[in-house]
């Protein structure tokens, strides 16, 4: 427990970035026992795979808010449900979680606010919302159009914020999702 929260609390200071691709998953086809393998074989939360369906599950929910306080809890909880029906799909059981936790309604990362600047001043801190916008978009689009396919798309998204640093990150990332 205690290694899990202490890992969770790097939320948004993932200071080994993955490339795009490496723990990249559909929300829509992610399975809880894909989420318990993550876990056994890593021996850690699978914190990549998390922040892609909490953006995901919060662009359904109408949360805008990236709120990490709640992610360490949605993510036992999850893996709970998930020992007892390997076969159900993550997003709707991290959806009923979610849904009963209190969540910030403002804060410095957010879907409908953050620009670029915001990532640009402080990248190491906007690595982890990077990945959990890039699951919002997919689930406000209901698709699985994204920059974490391809490094190629991942490093356009970042120059794109760069050139653009006064425009939404949502926006930048669209662009660039492939």
Not at 71 to 82: S, T
Not at 167 to 178: N, S
Request: a neutral charge.
């Amino acid at each position: 427990m205690k290694r899990l929260v202490l890992f969770c609390t790097t939320f948004f200071c993932l200071a080994t970035f993955c490339h795009a691709g490496s723990d990249m998953i559909d929300p829509h086809q992610y399975i809880c026992a894909e989420y318990l393998t993550t876990v056994s074989i890593e021996h850690a939360p699978p914190l990549f795979e998390g922040l892609q369906i909490d953006g995901f599950t919060a662009a359904n929910t109408d949360a805008t808010v990236a709120d990490s306080r709640i992610l360490p809890q949605i993510m036992l909880e999850v893996y709970a449900l998930c020992q007892s029906q390997p076969e159900m799909k993550v997003a709707p059981l991290w959806k009923q979680v979610r849904t009963r936790l209190p969540v910030k309604k403002d804060g410095l990362w957010r879907a409908d606010r953050t620009t670029c600047a915001s990532y640009n001043a402080d990248p190491d801190n906007g690595s982890g919302f990077v990945i959990w916008l890039d699951g919002y978009i997919r689930g406000k689009a209901n698709n699985t159009i994204s920059v974490l396919k391809r490094d190629k798309d991942l490093n356009a998204f970042f120059e794109g914020c760069r050139r653009e640093p006064d425009a939404l990150m949502q926006d930048v990332m669209k662009k660039f999702g492939k």
